[in-house]
């Protein structure tokens, strides 16, 4: 069993930053891929952020410049990073991780944290 655990969601007023954090957990031979998706009401689930085990990224066209992605492997976390927030930025926020159990791989998605940005 792998436990992804979120932290660091909230509100903000525009402009504002915040830093989110996702610690996988369990049986875990090897963590590949982790990265950050959003789901805003009555839309799509969409990719914010990515990062290799080798630390290569990948964003999204909207949040390069505003967000950095980042992870500890040895603590198998990957963090995000936001600045200047905008309110189209509110969402909940989705940690994934591709997780490597040696016999088989696997991919999973954290519970989500509330990303709220209103003046």
């Known amino acids: 069993q792998v436990q992804l655990v979120e932290s660091g969601g909230g509100s903000v007023q525009p402009g504002g930053s915040l830093r989110l954090s996702c610690a996988a957990s369990?049986?875990?031979?090897?963590?590949?891929?982790m990265g950050w998706y959003r789901q805003a009401p009555g839309k799509q689930r969409e990719l914010v952020a990515s990062?290799?085990?080798?630390?290569?990224?990948d964003y999204a066209d909207s949040m390069k410049g505003r967000f950095t992605i980042s992870r500890d492997n040895a603590k198998n976390t990957v963090y995000l990073q936001m600045s200047s927030l905008k309110p189209e930025d509110t969402a909940v926020y989705l940690c994934?991780?591709?997780?490597?159990?040696?016999?088989?791989?696997?991919?999973?998605w954290g519970q989500g944290t509330q990303v709220t940005v209103s003046s």
């Open positions: 990062i290799t085990s080798g630390g290569s990224t």
């Open positions: 994934n991780a591709v997780i490597d159990h040696y016999t088989f791989i696997n991919n999973y």
């Open positions: 369990g049986s875990i031979f090897r963590v590949n891929s």
